[in-house]
């Protein structure tokens, strides 16, 4: 057991989804990366079983005032608001046999919210490294990962799966996560863009999202409407079988008349082989090839999945006309960023495009972010 400490300050990266929309649940592959934007929190241990934690909004100079609550009696409910993904990874904690001490906990953050950029996985992270260094324990990071993620599912009530969790407290430089999220096998694959002369961008729409929590369960629900049909325990074992799209349809004959549980299976189907094919480029030393995998991958969200909005959908079509080699929307949908692979050259131009393609519709002016793979969650200051 570590000797325990007094204070220090954790930080817990965003990540950035490179290819693998809702196949995480659906016990398939996910390809994300871990950003250099973080949520940091500085943690100082409390000699009671109370929790205090403040954040710093982006435009404010003040912390914004605490949120309150108690480790005894801790329960889904208890907690609400933004302070509900630090209570809920407390009590998965303490619910996973470890003892959560007092805290008092004051969170800051680069991770654009609301930017499908995982702010909230960053948070979870944050938050369980700190409560486990400082009541003297040690934790796997891949338990760790499915703590946070239960925090977010049974506490907090979003049904998302592994994958941000993951990516915050396995991303490594200069690589992208290959998570197989059956398994939970995880592969380091080298994603070298600046030696061939690659940028990521990804750009903030700002689009305000609609409906998202609704239609993510709802999506996720005919997923598993759809496993259950064919008599899976997961979609990925239509990946395992070498199913085609084709063959898919032709399974589904004569089990349903919704045609939106096709179209979710095949959304999945045909990303996991994406998330493959994306991860041989990768491993070659062939991100160009990335490109027409990004495009592939929005056009199957935009029709098959049905998650993309015009914000991002006009953004994308821009981003091609001007040059990207591809681009993609990322994130739960609804909302959020775009991903464009494109010549280091080109970007300016391109984000230019981006704004004028906004400015021309009335849409919010999006924001631009540096994407480089960065390290995962850990320790920064004692």
């Not at 700190?130 to 907090?156: T, W």
């Not at 089990?255 to 939106?260: K, R, Y």
């Not at 990322?330 to 704004?355: D, M, R, T, Y």
């Amino acid at each position: 057991m570590a000797e325990q400490l007094t204070q220090g300050t954790w930080a817990a990266p965003g990540r950035v989804n490179l290819m693998g929309e809702h196949t995480d649940y659906n016990g398939g592959f996910v390809l994300p990366f871990a950003l250099g934007q973080t949520t940091t929190v500085a943690a100082s241990l409390r000699q009671d079983r109370t929790v205090t934690v403040r954040s710093t909004p982006d435009d404010a100079d003040q912390p914004s005032p605490a949120v309150e609550f108690s480790l005894e009696g801790l329960a889904p409910g208890g907690v609400e608001g933004w302070a509900a993904y630090v209570a809920g990874t407390l009590w998965a904690l303490e619910q996973a046999g470890y003892r959560v001490p007092g805290l008092d906990l004051q969170v800051d953050s680069t991770v654009p919210v609301g930017a499908g950029l995982s702010s909230s996985a960053a948070l979870e992270c944050a938050v369980g490294l700190a409560a486990a260094e400082l009541g003297g324990q040690s934790i796997d990071r891949l338990q760790l990962a499915g703590l946070a993620q239960r925090a977010e599912n049974d506490f907090v009530g979003m049904p998302c799966g592994i994958m941000d969790q993951v990516a915050s407290l396995a991303g490594a430089e200069g690589h992208a996560v290959l998570l197989d999220t059956r398994s939970l096998e995880v592969e380091q694959v080298p994603f070298a863009l600046k030696e061939a002369g690659l940028s990521l961008m990804v750009i903030d729409s700002r689009a305000e999202h609609r409906l998202v929590d609704g239609e993510y369960a709802a999506r996720r629900r005919q997923c598993e409407q759809g496993a259950q049909l064919l008599g899976l325990q997961s979609l990925r074992e239509l990946n395992d079988a070498g199913t085609t799209a084709e063959q898919l349809a032709h399974r589904l004959e004569g089990f349903t008349e919704d045609e939106a549980i096709l179209r979710r299976l095949r959304h999945v189907l045909t990303e996991n082989d994406r998330v493959l094919a994306a991860r041989d480029a990768l491993r070659a030393g062939r991100p160009a090839d990335l490109g027409v995998i990004l495009t592939s991958s929005h056009v199957s969200q935009r029709d098959d999945f049905q998650i993309t909005v015009p914000e991002t959908d006009t953004m994308v079509e821009a981003l091609l006309e001007h040059g990207a080699l591809g681009a993609r929307q990322v994130g739960g949908g609804f909302g959020g960023c775009v991903i464009a692979l494109a010549p280091s050259e080109e970007v300016p131009k391109l984000l230019a495009a981006a704004e004028a393609n906004a400015s021309d519709r009335e849409y919010s002016r999006p924001l631009a972010l540096t994407a480089q793979p960065s390290s995962g969650a850990r320790r920064i200051t004692d």
